[in-house]
Nanobody, 125 residues
Framework: QAHLVESGGGLVQAGGSLRLSCSAS????????MGWFRQAPGKEREFVAA????????YYADSMKGRFSISRDNAKGTVYLQMNSLKPEDTAIYYC??????????????????WGQGTQVTVSS
């Protein structure tokens, strides 16, 4: 797969929720581990969460545990990021990405082969 498109970003008040979606082209979506990253202005790209190809195993950055939930629908070629209890420090551009590394999880952006264009999430205080 070579094309990922994120949607669902926007402006939300602190404590609110957003659900991001990432749609993938191609028929090999289920072959890839999918991840979400984010990048705030002036900061490096940061791992958020990842989900395995088929069995639903997930992995989260510590600061997102309990607030964010990643899921996927292989039939639709889509991965989701449900974000609850949002904080102003969650403000960033959120990217989805795919990796062919399928044993365990990697948090390194360099390990992900394809990236979407990103969707802006802004959390107001």
């Amino acid at each position: 797969q070579a094309h990922l498109v994120e949607s669902g970003g926007g402006l939300v008040q602190a404590g609110g929720s957003l659900r991001l979606s990432c749609s993938a082209s191609g028929r090999t979506f289920s072959s890839y581990t999918m991840g979400w990253f984010r990048q705030a202005p002036g900061k490096e790209r940061e791992f958020v969460a990842a989900i395995s190809r088929n069995n639903g195993d997930t992995y989260y950055a510590d600061s997102m545990k309990g607030r964010f939930s990643i899921s996927r629908d292989n039939a639709k070629g889509t991965v989701y990021l449900q974000m609850n209890s949002l904080k102003p420090e969650d403000t960033a551009i959120y990217y989805c990405a795919s990796t062919s590394i399928v044993m365990g999880f990697t948090t390194r952006p360099s390990a992900y082969n394809y990236w979407g264009q990103g969707t802006q999430v802004t959390v107001s205080s």
